[in-house]
């Protein structure tokens, strides 16, 4: 009983809804004001993205005749419940690398097709052209990120030997960071330009470009519903880097300065994000899904081939 | 309907711009407002590409009798509170344009045939400058 309560507290409190959740809203405002300052501008207050997110919580909720209702509704709830999910197993871990079960790297994957299939599943039942081709693109982003970064996790769990992400995290602990080694380094790259895509950051927002196709799936979306879609983008901010830096880099520690060096890994990592999405153009979706297919594989896969020769 | 509240909007009013039947002079003016030179991020103005996101629109120009369906349709399609913001001599109050036969009438009347309580912002110039722009916005998002 008591158990199954400290479960529930992690879901909704820490690390789960309520502090991802501020921790992406405070990050998305570290977003747009880096970008700002690149566009030598002196960018929104530090309390911007609560104020967007309030007011659309405040307004009204439309549901386009074309569309079919009850997946519209639903699709966000699914995203944001996974994407909770994601933070809470990520997080427990982080805390305690003792908090583990089967396989649970492989559950993290699952759990992170499902914020993009939400969006794809909100975008279809809006019955608007414009949002069922960005639904289309999503999908076809997914196909393409999906084989490099499982690659590149795959490099980790070979060279550790095991599923959990609590072992990973303890054989860093024990053996120093992975990232100092090349193959690693290697993995590291695609898994960064993956995590560009997952994020939905410029050079891969092909599903939701602004100009081209209005924000494709999240077209007919308003009101409390386009709140939820905003928050699980920037809950997603959170935890996929999170992730990575798990993976590769160490993870998080709770441990006095170690508080501030891990917000230091994971501001280095966004900053990267930013700056990238900040200095590249749009692709096109054939082009993302020959250099995710083509290029990013290729070095996911000689990272490796350089990790089975002891590199 | 509940009454909803229009507290937030003052913090982040996302704006749509519609165009009906202007000299496109103040269709210009507002893309300059956009730039970062006057940055209005500051204020969490955001352009928006879909009026399902708005809470303003931008409405320039005096309305044609040909844009008039369009412009109360895209007006019902913003989800309320939303604000409407007549952008130039024309849209206040149809300009040089007053008695043209292909005019409908100002944007205030025609939004007032379909919602009775529309919220309205007036700038008047020709055009207005963007500095006009912003502070009409951001005043009049202090008095709702």
Not at chain 1, 166 to 182: A, E, R
Not at chain 2, 11 to 39: A, M, Q
């Amino acid at each position: 009983m008591n158990n199954l309560l400290w479960y529930i507290l992690a879901f909704l409190v820490f690390p789960g809804l309520l502090f991802t959740s501020v921790f992406g809203l405070v990050v998305t405002w570290v977003d747009r004001k880096v970008s700002a300052r690149v566009q030598w501008r002196a960018g929104p207050p530090f309390l911007q993205p609560f104020y967007d997110f309030f007011k659309l919580w405040h307004k009204e909720l439309l549901i386009p005749s074309a569309g079919k209702k009850a997946g519209f509704l639903f699709a966000p709830l699914l995203g944001l419940t996974a994407t909770t999910l994601l933070a809470t197993i990520i997080g427990v871990t982080n805390i305690d690398p003792e908090f583990r079960f089967v396989g649970d790297v492989v559950v993290i994957m699952y759990l992170m097709i499902l914020p993009p299939l939400s969006i794809v599943w909100g975008g279809f039942a809006s019955g608007n052209p414009l949002s069922i081709l960005g639904a289309s693109r999503e999908i076809k982003l997914m196909l393409g990120y999906e084989l490099p970064f499982i690659i590149a996790v795959a490099t980790v769990l070979f060279k550790v030997g095991t599923f959990s992400l609590g072992d990973i995290i303890q054989y860093q602990q024990v053996n120093g960071v992975l990232l100092t080694q090349p193959s690693m380094i290697l993995a590291f790259v695609v898994a960064l330009l993956c995590l560009q895509a997952k994020l939905g950051q410029v050079p891969f927002d092909i599903a939701e470009a602004e100009c081209e196709i209005m924000e494709g799936p999240l077209l007919e979306y308003s009101g409390p519903a386009l709140g939820i879609f905003k928050l699980m983008q920037a809950m997603l901010y959170v935890v996929v880097p999170w992730f990575i830096i798990s993976l590769f880099w160490g993870g998080t520690s709770f441990h006095e300065w170690g508080i501030l060096w891990s917000l230091l890994k994971y501001l280095v990592v966004v900053v990267i994000v930013v700056l990238i999405k900040n200095t590249n153009p749009r692709i096109r979706i054939d082009q993302a899904m020959k250099f995710f297919w083509s290029w990013a594989t290729l070095l996911a896969v000689v990272a490796m081939i350089l990790m089975f020769l002891g590199y | 309907m509940p009454k909803l509240s229009t507290k937030w909007i003052k913090k982040s009013p996302w704006v749509y711009h519609v165009g009906t039947g202007g000299c496109n002079n103040c269709d210009i003016e507002i893309l300059d407002c956009l730039t970062p030179r006057f940055d209005v991020e500051r204020f969490g103005i955001k352009l928006v590409v879909s009026p399902r996101h708005a809470d303003v629109l931008l409405v320039s120009g005096p309305v044609t009798y040909h844009i008039k369906s369009r412009l109360q349709e895209v007006y019902q399609q913003v989800p309320k509170p939303c604000v409407v913001a007549c952008i130039g001599a024309c849209a206040c109050s149809m300009g040089i344009f007053k008695d043209a036969y292909s005019v409908a009438g100002p944007v205030d009347r025609v939004i007032k045939e379909i919602d009775p309580n529309a919220i309205f912002v007036y700038v008047p110039g020709c055009p207005p400058k963007p500095e006009t722009m912003i502070m009409a916005l951001v005043k009049a998002l202090q008095k709702i």
